[in-house]
């Protein structure tokens, strides 16, 4: 275990044997993934069968998710620098690191770095390492995260965040694929695969000065859009299970899922905060449940006091599910056709047409 400021201890650890390294803060879900990556199929161990659902990579079934994927299949085995664009919590790291697993370089590193996190003062010997005396602190040789992810994948997440200074540096170890540490006369040769991710539009950010247009083409060989939660509606409740599954094992709890109630406010709510919002939100109800149903008592008031999103109904592909909906939606509204349409967020002609289509009196 080990963190950015430490990467050094890594590559040693990796040369001595070890098969990967955890940034902390330690993240247990991420521990025992790694652990079950490394074992033999044990389905007889509860701890490995249970814990291994953090770990499945979760594609979906909306029409979002399946081109996000496809995506991801066509990049992974190249070489193509990646942009991967979305809002905050959508998975970005997520989709790099699926990327990684499904290239050429997944016995290599992959390297993470926060650019957002990452002090001035400190990002180039992050980035490039330093060597001992170079400056005021540096009391040993560093090994850079580039350096670290030699042979492998670098991850820059929130790219944008890097100071201008930084991106310029950024850009000359891209084309000449060398480094130079810190207080170094040498050049060390890097073969890595970058892969960036941002929330922020970096044309904008060009058109202000604050992002270099010769750095974005360097790193946007190819985009990859994650999508937010509420534009794959088909998905919703293959998450909410999913991170349901999680809680219980954390938590040790035994949920079996959640009632009508709280199934229609997921359906209704727009997820601002994406999946890190509604994993939260789960553990949270998870945590304050008492019964074997998570309900509208348990969730936060962020999700009760909804406004229902426009298109609810139109995104639904499964025709059984969405039959569901308007079902649940008419018992929540006393039968009230208008405001069971406002509640699905289509119009009124058109709910009558799906309880003409689906024979709902």
């Not at 995506?71 to 991967?84: C, E, G, K, N, Y």
Request: proline share 4%.
């Amino acid at each position: 275990m080990t963190s950015y400021a430490e990467i050094q201890t890594a590559v040693q650890a990796i040369k001595l044997g070890a098969s990967d390294y955890i940034a902390k803060p330690l993240n247990p879900e991420e521990l025992l993934g790694k652990i079950n990556e490394l074992l033999p199929a044990a389905p007889s161990s509860d701890i490995v069968s249970r814990e291994y659902v953090g770990n499945v990579y979760l594609e979906g079934q909306s029409l979002a998710a399946t081109q996000l994927f496809q995506h991801v299949r066509l990049v992974a085995p190249t070489d193509l620098s990646v942009l991967i664009t979305g809002s905050s919590g959508t998975g970005k790291e997520y989709i790099a690191r699926r990327i990684h697993e499904q290239s050429t370089r997944a016995q290599a590193p992959f390297i993470a770095v926060d650019c957002g996190a990452i002090a001035k003062e400190l990002a180039a010997s992050e980035f490039f390492g330093h060597i001992k005396g170079s400056f005021t602190g540096a009391i040993d040789n560093k090994t850079g995260a580039f350096a670290a992810a030699n042979g492998g994948t670098i991850f820059l997440d929130e790219i944008g965040n890097l100071t201008y200074e930084i991106q310029v540096q950024l850009l000359r170890a891209l084309q000449e694929r060398k480094i130079k540490p810190l207080g170094s006369n040498q050049e060390i040769p890097i073969n890595i695969r970058l892969v960036s991710a941002t929330n922020e539009n970096l044309r904008e950010a060009i058109g202000k000065g604050d992002f270099r247009e010769d750095l974005y083409h360097r790193i946007n060989e190819f985009t990859i859009r994650v999508p937010d939660l509420k534009e794959r509606k088909e998905d919703l409740l293959l998450f909410a299970n999913h991170f349901l599954d999680l809680a219980n094992h954390e938590l040790n709890k035994d949920i079996i899922g959640f009632d009508a109630e709280t199934t229609r406010l997921f359906i209704s709510y727009d997820w601002p905060g994406n999946l890190r919002q509604m994993k939260n939100v789960i553990r949270y109800a998870t945590l304050l449940s008492s019964g074997r149903y998570i309900t509208p008592a348990e969730l936060p008031a962020e999700i009760t006091e909804l406004k229902p999103v426009k298109g609810v109904v139109s995104h639904l592909k499964d025709e059984n599910y969405e039959r569901t909906m308007i079902i649940q939606a008419l018992q929540e509204a006393g039968n009230n056709k208008t405001k069971a349409a406002q509640l699905l967020g289509i119009d009124r002609k058109t709910l009558y047409n799906k309880l003409k289509a689906y024979r709902i009196e």
